[in-house]
């Protein structure tokens, strides 16, 4: 569990706030203070992994409070809370994790919520619990590390649960989900086989062990998401913390090992491929840095496994065709660059109707 500490001496913030936060069952509010300074002399024996803090307070501004609960308390995550946007610049010189400005929405909090869990499923102890594992890069899978994934009564109930998972964290209506999912059924016919199948996918969770603390699904079609690490929440992560090719090798590695294929890439599914090509791209631009770097190295083969991946998945970016090109021309490879101009050429030529740009060109003349 992820304890919390919520302080603000508004009193009706606070119980708002509190509200909000008790539809995460990984979430244990383990404090409330209007005062702040008796927060203080309580915050070393709650030991609290993030704290939720107004900033301007008559006892004492949240600012000050955020930086001595630092001082106690390096890994907890500040949640600036506050109806001001001009203390932002400090609150993040701070570190803080967020800053939400009032009134807070339940869409806007479960973003920084979201934030939390990721961050701290690593330093809180689990006390020898399994991980629930959620793949939605590639074959779509859900189950417990080491052991069998679900196994989905139907199709539909599988592109349902995927479908609330897509929009976790935001309330989607019933049209919503009978246009996206249910689009050629009679809509009688659609609302009845959407019962049906929210109904099997909370029985089928609760067969399989999964309670809300790692997945709720609640009342308007929302589902949340506790203690469950899901492959494609964690590579935006991941990508939102990309700077340069050497700063961020680690980083680019990991984003390789999580990508093990598209977004839902065995569901055939409409509402999935706006999603699913801007993941591709990230993917791939987040390769291209890492290739870029293996190549300046010198790591040739590394760098080149890399581009003919990122090749195979887009053979239309343009940027990984350079790449490739100079890696060759740099290993005087000059048959291998023109069997893949010829290979690229013809892929542009025969769906697109077009040619390489100039700049690949001027790389071929280079040969």
Request: proline share 4%; aromatic share 10%.
């Amino acid at each position: 569990m992820i304890k919390a500490v919520l302080i603000d001496d508004e009193r009706p913030a606070l119980r708002g706030l509190e509200h909000l936060l008790r539809n995460y069952p990984t979430i244990e509010i383990a404090g409330m203070f209007t005062n702040p300074l008796e927060a203080m002399e309580k915050i070393d024996k709650l030991e609290p992994h993030a704290v939720f803090l107004d900033i301007n307070m008559p006892q004492l501004q949240g600012i000050d409070v955020a930086s001595e609960i630092l001082d106690r308390c390096p890994d907890c995550d500040i949640i600036f809370i506050t109806a001001y946007d001009q203390y932002a610049v400090e609150a993040f010189e701070l570190h803080a994790l967020d800053y939400v400005l009032k009134p807070v929405s339940a869409e806007r909090l479960d973003k920084t919520v979201q934030r939390i869990i990721k961050k701290q499923k690593y330093t809180v102890p689990q006390k020898g619990e399994k991980r629930l594992i959620i793949k939605a890069l590639g074959r779509f899978l859900i189950g417990w590390e080491g052991q069998e994934p679900i196994k989905w009564r139907t199709e539909k109930t599988k592109e349902l649960f995927a479908f609330l998972l897509h929009n976790s964290g935001r309330t989607v209506t019933k049209v919503e989900i009978l246009e996206a999912v249910f689009p050629d059924a009679d809509p009688e016919k659609s609302v009845h086989q959407l019962h049906n199948g929210i109904y099997y996918i909370r029985k089928t969770l609760q067969e399989y062990g999964i309670d809300k603390k790692h997945i709720a699904i609640e009342g308007n079609y929302i589902m949340r998401l506790g203690d469950a690490e899901t492959d494609s929440l964690l590579f935006e992560e991941y990508f939102k913390e990309i700077k340069t090719a050497e700063e961020s090798r680690t980083i680019l590695e990991k984003l390789e090992g999580l990508y093990t294929g598209d977004y839902f890439e065995d569901g055939d599914w409409i509402w999935a491929e706006a999603k699913r090509e801007q993941l591709r791209m990230k993917y791939s631009n987040a390769m291209l840095l890492l290739s870029d770097g293996y190549l300046k190295e010198g790591s040739f083969s590394k760098a080149e496994v890399l581009l003919r991946k990122i090749y195979v998945k887009d053979p239309y970016f343009e940027d990984a065709t350079s790449l490739l090109l100079r890696l060759y021309l740099n290993m005087n490879r000059r048959n291998d660059a023109v069997k893949h101009y010829r290979e690229y050429e013809k892929i542009l030529s025969g769906e697109l109707g077009i040619s390489p740009s100039p700049e690949i060109r001027k790389i071929m003349k280079e040969l």
